[in-house]
């Protein structure tokens, strides 16, 4: 399988070059385009539960889409619903990957995504308290809201980060859950509240823009309801 990414930076499209009988892994209502001969599937990965848990708590959909590509080969481009980048991580059975809600794509059929706790810090932070987890061996393409920044931090090296522009990191990093500030007034006057410290080794991806921005935007703007 080939994983291409398209219309990068700003309007990004993942295309899945498949080879014959080849299959992908998607998020509900992700597909864009396909060859003709390309077939989807959707179902409950891993059992109700498993999908249930994945929904409910993780904050995606219920079912997993499957395409497969027909005798011949094929391909099929997945789109994300909110501007920006998508990218390409590789997961190995040493190298899981942790990942926020709303930011999976779609994935090889090697990789499990499932879900797991991310403690108290992760809840009162507005990311839902679970994190998806990405295992086993294959690539997985996640998408940003606005551009994507990579770090790779060394033992024991810190970034701090806004809640709700975290978008991924590797298991071997630490998650903190602080007040942006010396003080809580001081950390409300400024805006960010808490904030998140993570700490190395490992990657950590995180995105431009806040997804709740954009919300709290179309919100304040919409024309007052009449009766």
Same mark, same amino acid.
């Given at each position: 399988?080939?994983?291409?990414?398209?219309?990068?930076?700003?309007?990004?499209?993942?295309?899945?070059?498949?080879?014959?009988?080849?299959?992908?892994?998607?998020e509900?209502?992700?597909?864009?385009?396909?060859?003709?001969?390309?077939?989807?599937d959707?179902?409950?990965? =891993? /059992?109700?539960?498993?999908? @249930?848990? %994945?929904?409910?708590?993780? +904050? &995606?959909?219920?079912?997993? !889409?499957?395409?497969?590509?027909?005798?011949?080969?094929?391909?099929?481009?997945?789109?994300?619903?909110?501007?920006g980048?998508?990218?390409?991580?590789?997961?190995?059975?040493?190298?899981?990957?942790?990942?926020?809600?709303?930011?999976?794509?779609?994935?090889?059929?090697?990789?499990?995504?499932?879900?797991?706790w991310?403690?108290?810090?992760?809840?009162? =932070? /507005?990311?839902?308290?679970? @994190?998806? %987890?990405?295992?086993?061996? +294959? &690539?997985?393409?996640?998408? !940003?809201?606005?551009?994507?920044?990579?770090?790779?931090?060394?033992?024991?090296?810190?970034?701090?980060?806004?809640?709700?522009?975290?978008?991924?990191?590797?298991?071997?990093?630490?998650?903190?859950?602080?007040?942006?500030?010396?003080?809580?007034?001081?950390?409300?006057?400024?805006?960010?509240?808490?904030?998140?410290?993570?700490t190395?080794?490992?990657?950590?991806?995180?995105?431009?823009?806040?997804?709740?921005?954009?919300?709290?935007?179309?919100?304040?703007?919409?024309?007052?309801?009449?009766?």
């Amino acid at each position: 399988m080939d994983i291409q990414l398209r219309h990068n930076p700003s309007f990004s499209v993942a295309r899945a070059i498949l080879g014959p009988g080849e299959s992908i892994r998607a998020e509900s209502g992700a597909m864009m385009a396909m060859a003709a001969d390309t077939s989807l599937d959707a179902k409950i990965e =891993g /059992g109700l539960m498993k999908g @249930l848990k %994945r929904s409910v708590l993780g +904050g &995606e959909s219920l079912f997993i !889409t499957t395409a497969t590509a027909g005798p011949a080969g094929g391909w099929i481009d997945f789109a994300p619903s909110l501007p920006g980048d998508v990218t390409v991580a590789t997961i190995t059975p040493e190298r899981p990957l942790l990942i926020q809600k709303g930011s999976f794509l779609c994935a090889e059929q090697g990789v499990e995504i499932d879900t797991q706790w991310g403690g108290m810090r992760n809840l009162i =932070g /507005g990311e839902g308290g679970f @994190l998806l %987890r990405a295992s086993g061996s +294959g &690539e997985v393409v996640l998408s !940003t809201y606005g551009a994507l920044d990579r770090f790779e931090l060394g033992e024991g090296q810190q970034v701090v980060i806004d809640t709700n522009h975290m978008v991924a990191f590797a298991e071997t990093v630490t998650m903190e859950l602080k007040k942006a500030s010396d003080s809580m007034w001081k950390s409300v006057k400024s805006g960010e509240g808490l904030v998140f410290v993570f700490t190395g080794p490992g990657e950590l991806m995180m995105q431009s823009r806040n997804p709740d921005e954009i919300v709290q935007y179309v919100l304040r703007n919409m024309p007052a309801s009449r009766n």
